[in-house]
């Protein structure tokens, strides 16, 4: 069943879409349970030269998943745990298929439930240590807990708790791929290096690249070009992940500003304390505006999981959502206190904040920040419903240099100008916010597009990110028109002439391939 290549009827209409709200067109689809599928299926596809789109859940933004004619490979049936090790030092690392989820990756660790009849002995061995152990877990942590791990790797994206524990690839220590030909590979972290501009292949060959103007040559691990690579180069059919001890406790905590420049100066002052050692640490940093927080207060009265969330302060400008991890329940108190007490001398009136901190109290504070996204694409569907050229129109970059009040107020002065709505929330901690212009018509459409792409330039001139944690995809390719081309885009398009020559892999995605 798993290796059939399946007619794209009406039964699969929806896998011509994800999260950006744009709709493609496919001709076949297939649904892999192991990696031999994969291998058969690409190999068939090979033979026709069939160009094909890789798919896990579809949470992307930026239109990756959205096939481009072609056949979709879609990953969620290879959704198992397959082994498990443990180092010498007690560390433990699991070994899953792509198309796991993360809240799927979370249960199991936390309450483990394994079929391990095709388990090797070290791994079972390994699993009865782990069930012994204090819990871990898996520090990537996006927002969307339905996204798949696969996915993840793939656009190598943190989540907001990348402030403190950064992106996906810290805790990937190796993959196992299928190519465009359907032979499949193992990468280990630190076996593959790029020196001098060429690079071992676990294929036989030897990879280059050009070295950039000042000729020095990149400094590589093989490993983290395919994470963050969206898909070109081939589909990563496992991963073996590393898993940290889970901090014993979880809180979170809501701040309400009568005022956004007092929230903004609240997150510099957050964002400019020591770095020192302590028991306590704040691992996220978010910044909700008005505009989030109504989307969020109308998605209320349609979607009942919102009810469970107190009323937000009516005369709310803004609002700051940090997590706080720790192993002794007094060391964070302690950094909740000293916390609360600052965000007095900003106006915050501490008996309107949330706190939450326990298992189930957190899935609250989690589903608050959730709902900034879903409510917010929940807008831009309501509009859709009127006008169908209009996609979302989010930002996924992240400054550099200047203060947050700077970042904040730069996306207030243009859309200010540009007489745009918008609904900004997302990682002060880092200046990665995610402005998302709320259009009412189609003018308004293009006119978001050209001030994201004035944006860009912006960011780009400032040595900021243009594009993050949410991938380029088709959505974001554009950006790059009128910009230098990106080093690590560059490095990648010379690199998929070299591995998919034939442009197979994400027909449409991230780059056009020099002909």
């Known amino acids: ?13 929806d896998y011509l879409r994800d999260e950006s709200r744009n709709v493609g067109r496919a001709e076949s689809i297939s649904f892999p349970e192991s990696e031999a599928d994969v291998r058969h299926i690409l190999a068939t596809l090979r033979t026709l030269k069939t160009p094909t789109t890789v798919q896990g859940s579809r949470t992307g933004i930026c239109g990756g998943a959205v096939p481009d004619g072609g056949h979709i490979l879609n990953l969620s049936r290879m959704k198992d745990i397959v082994g498990m090790a443990e180092s010498r030092d007690g560390c433990f690392s699991i070994r899953v298929q792509p198309g796991i989820s993360l809240a799927a990756l979370t249960r199991q660790l936390y309450h483990p439930v394994v079929d391990t009849a095709a388990w090797d002995d070290p791994s079972r061995r390994a699993l009865h240590a782990f069930s012994l152990a204090e819990k871990k877990f898996w520090p990537p942590d996006p927002t969307e807990d339905s996204a798949s791990i696969g996915g993840i790797a793939a656009n190598n994206a943190g989540g907001i708790t990348a402030h403190y524990y950064g992106p996906a690839r810290r805790y990937i220590s190796a993959i196992r791929f299928v190519d465009s030909k359907g032979d499949g590979y193992q990468v280990e972290r630190g076996r593959f ?7 071992p292949h676990p294929n036989g060959k030897i990879l280059f690249v050009e070295s950039p103007p000042t000729g020095a040559a990149p400094v590589l691990d093989l490993i983290d070009v395919y994470l963050g690579s969206e898909g070109m180069l081939g589909v990563i059919t496992e991963l073996t992940l590393k898993l940290l001890a889970s901090p014993k406790e979880h809180w979170a905590i809501v701040f309400f500003f009568t005022a956004e420049s007092e929230a903004a100066n609240f997150i510099e002052q957050i964002r400019t304390r020591p770095n020192e050692p302590a028991e306590a640490h704040i691992v996220a940093v978010e910044f909700l505006d008005h505009d989030t927080l109504f989307c969020i207060d109308q998605q209320k009265e349609v979607n009942n999981r919102l009810a469970v969330l107190p009323d937000v302060p009516s005369v709310t400008a803004a609002a700051v959502y940090l ?19 600052m965000s007095a001398a900003y106006g915050c009136d501490q008996d309107t904040a949330w706190a939450f ?13 959730h709902a900034a996204p879903e409510s917010v694409n929940g807008r831009i569907d309501s509009v859709r419903r009127t006008d169908p050229r209009i996609c979302k129109l989010g930002t996924d970059m992240r400054m550099a240099g200047c203060s ?32 998302n212009i709320l259009p009412k018509n189609h003018d308004e459409f293009l006119a978001g597009q050209k001030i994201i792409a004035a944006w860009a330039k912006k960011v780009d001139a400032v040595g900021g990110s243009v594009v993050t944690e949410h991938g380029v995809g088709k959505v974001k390719k554009c950006l790059f028109r009128s910009l230098p081309f990106p080093r690590r885009l560059e490095i990648l398009r010379h690199l998929k002439e070299q591995l998919d020559p034939e442009g197979l892999f994400n027909p449409g995605n991230m780059f056009e391939l020099n002909r």
């Not at 069943?1 to 209409?13: C, Q, T, V």
């Not at 290096?193 to 690079?199: D, L, W």
């Not at 901190?357 to 899935?363: I, T």
């Not at 107020?409 to 540009?418: F, I």
């Open 1 to 13: 069943m798993g290796k059939e290549i399946l007619p794209l009827d009406n039964r699969f209409s």
């Open 193 to 199: 290096f790029f020196s001098q501009g060429k690079c």
């Open 323 to 341: 997590e706080l991890h720790g192993d002794r329940a007094v060391q964070v108190e302690d950094l909740a206190s000293q916390l609360l007490e």
């Open 357 to 369: 901190s326990g298992e189930q109290e957190m899935k609250k504070a989690r589903l608050f920040r």
């Open 404 to 435: 947050f009040a700077d970042v904040l107020g730069m996306y207030r002065l243009d859309l200010d100008r540009a007489g745009l709505q918008a609904a900004i929330f997302g990682h002060a901690g880092d200046l990665h916010l995610h402005v």
